[in-house]
């Protein structure tokens, strides 16, 4: 019907005709001194438009869908690009004026072949190479790293409860637990890298007992498990060198509502793999209380209020 020609696989180029697109995209639709797109052109491309914002596609790109995990989890938030069946993947950043071209085939000679996670990986590879990120939190986490300074210090008696809104929603934990020197370290919206910039006014005080529950805001800010697992191992690391004495307890994830739309994506990974088995028993005692809070309804997970 169209002799041959058809849009429905694809563009089939090289590595160098690809960079060359990227590069007029970076440059407002112009390469090499020619104007190819408008700059509204370019605009509209990479723009989400407020009618579909849910859908998190613009004119043939993809912004934060579910598909879009070959972004990684390091570049800005306005990063684009797109996917190809045989594994090809384009992310383009203009924030940071960054292009990640991956031509791969992995359906040949055999079809089967996921290469999601790679795709993941390479882009974290290429952003982590070029700069540092700044961790910015929430004004309520600075709140409270505030007014963790002017608590008594942590002492060697102390069991610490740190993690996020549900170990800060604790309250007083010395009561709800009938022991003494129960010390709640918990911040609403934290996230790993928060619960690791703030160690250092807890593990100086070497607390002899230690619950780390952290992880979900995580996410649901999209991040990949592989990358989350590396964090959360990182920081139980640090735990171990600097109170090497200190008994440290790593809990499970909680159920969570799916009907916030914000879970889904990972939902796979907190029932098949959790992070505490990934990571060595040495290390922390895990404690798995993930399936004694699920209900079943309808052939979806849900929290139990």
């Known amino acids: 019907m169209n002799g041959g020609i058809s849009g429905n696989a694809g563009v089939f180029s090289c590595a160098d005709d690809i960079a060359i697109l990227c590069a007029a995209l970076q440059n407002g639709g112009e390469w090499n001194g020619r104007r190819i797109l408008s700059p509204l052109g370019v605009k509209a491309m990479r ?13 043939g790109w993809d912004n934060f869908t579910a598909y879009a995990s070959n972004n990684g989890d390091l570049f800005g938030p306005n990063t684009y690009g797109h996917t190809g069946y045989t594994g090809t993947s384009i992310i383009i950043d203009p924030d940071n004026d960054t292009s990640v071209i991956l031509l791969i085939n992995a359906v040949h000679p055999e079809d089967g072949h996921s290469v999601v996670r790679l795709r993941s990986l390479v882009a974290n590879a290429v952003a982590a190479s070029i700069y540092p990120i700044p961790r910015i939190y929430t004004d309520h986490y600075y709140k409270r790293f505030l007014q963790f300074m002017d608590e008594p210090a942590i002492t060697s008696k102390d069991i610490v409860m740190l993690g ?3 170990t800060e929603g604790g309250g007083d934990w010395s009561a709800r637990l009938g022991k003494k020197n129960v010390r709640n370290r918990g911040i609403i ?10 160690l250092h006014q807890i593990l100086p005080g070497h607390p002899a007992k ?3 529950l952290i992880g979900v805001n995580d996410i649901s800010h999209d991040l990949a498990p592989d990358s989350i697992v590396d964090m959360i191992r990182m920081t139980v690391e640090r735990i171990r060198k600097e109170s090497p004495d200190t008994k440290l307890y790593l809990q499970s994830l909680l ?11 990972l939902i ?3 029932k098949s793999t959790p ?22 309804r309808e052939q979806m997970y849900y929290a139990v209020s």
């Not at 407020?50 to 596609?57: H, I, Q, V």
């Not at 919206?189 to 703030?198: A, K, L, N, P, T």
């Not at 992070?275 to 079943?296: N, T």
Request: charged content about 25%; aromatic content about 16%; cysteine-free.
């Open 210 to 212: 230690l619950f780390l």
């Open 268 to 270: 796979w990974f907190l």
């Open 47 to 59: 723009t989400v438009p407020r009618t579909t914002a849910s859908l998190g596609r613009t004119l």
């Open 164 to 166: 996020n809104s549900l």
């Open 255 to 265: 159920p969570f509502n799916e009907s916030f739309g914000r879970y889904k994506k």
């Open 275 to 296: 992070v505490w088995r990934r990571l060595p028993k040495r290390k922390a005692l895990p404690i798995s209380i993930f399936f004694h809070y699920l209900q079943r």
């Open 189 to 198: 919206g934290d996230e790993v890298m928060g619960i690791y910039d703030r």
